[in-house]
């Protein structure tokens, strides 16, 4: 179909700034670009830690962290983020520590980090789920007159979902203030776009739900930055919700226990790699005059600190309480569980 919707895009491939293009702060940039090398280097730490056997699997978001690094970066600290299990590097550069949030992937505990402090939900792994929360969240916020705003992610895949449907129908109507980010990596396992969706875009289907919809270049950070904080800001104003498609793509195989060279061409691969998010934004604050050797060898060595801090912190012993599995099921819980944790208690009292 040759009716596709404009992509907004601020900065070519090779970090030139699209003629008129008004870029975010330096500041901002700098921030933002920090923000990349961190993902950049937790995408390949924590795929190092599946190969040594300390993580169960990680679904790796190199090649997106524009994306990651952006939801993150347009929330204040009383919105709330909602991810999926490729989102790590998003839950991270919102604030929390990388150990707690591989936990889950280590296999020791559900969710490893403080949901309620951070405003960060847990990862959702059925897909879409986490978009209905999002929006229960988001309404009820808006009934209470709180100014908050929540960020939900999902996937291309995930739009098939009927859970889709219903978060942004809903959102629609009642004007919830919820912004949806798909991150459109082009496939959903071995599925590729073309067999998942006929529409021609995936922000056209806000058109149905009767929400503003937009497509951005995922690989651009400053585009990023600019259209989430106006879809956050029209949120938190009362204006209701948006669905943003960030045109992206998924650098590595699913997770680790796919083989992504059974259904793309390493061509394809390829030419994804000359849109590298962080050769983009390093060029361009590079010929900005904003960065240079010391301050880039500085932010890599405060990524590897962070490296070699997940790195002591997964293999490190996770102190497991096994009462903890009748734990945040209920607010209250029933009397069975009451019952089954005094067994488990009394069992584990005779043989420790
Ligand atoms: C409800 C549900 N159905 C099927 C699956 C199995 N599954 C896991 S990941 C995945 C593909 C999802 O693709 P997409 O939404 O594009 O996200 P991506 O993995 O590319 O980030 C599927 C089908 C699941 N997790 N949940």
Redesign the pocket.
Known sequence: MDDRRETVRLLEPDGTTVPGAQLPPPDRLLDGYRGLVHARRLNEQAGALVRQGRLAVY?SSRGQEACQVAAAMVLGDDDWLFP?Y?DTAAIVARGVDPVEVLTMLRGDRHCGYDVAGHRVAPQA????TQLLHAVGVAHAARLKGEPDAVLAL?????TS?GDFHEALNFAAVFRAPVVFLV?N?K???SVPLHRQSAAADLADKAVGYGMPGVRVDGNDLPALLTVLDDAVSVARSGGGPTLVEADTY?MEA?TNADDAGRYRDESEVASWAGRDPLVRLRARLRADGLLDDDAERALTDDAERMAAALRAGIAAECPVDPEDLFAHVYAHPTPQLREQRAQLRAELEVTP
């Open positions: 679904p999926t490729r792994t059925p897909l879409a999902c996937g291309d895949g995930a979902e991150q990596n496939y959903a396992i998924r699913h």
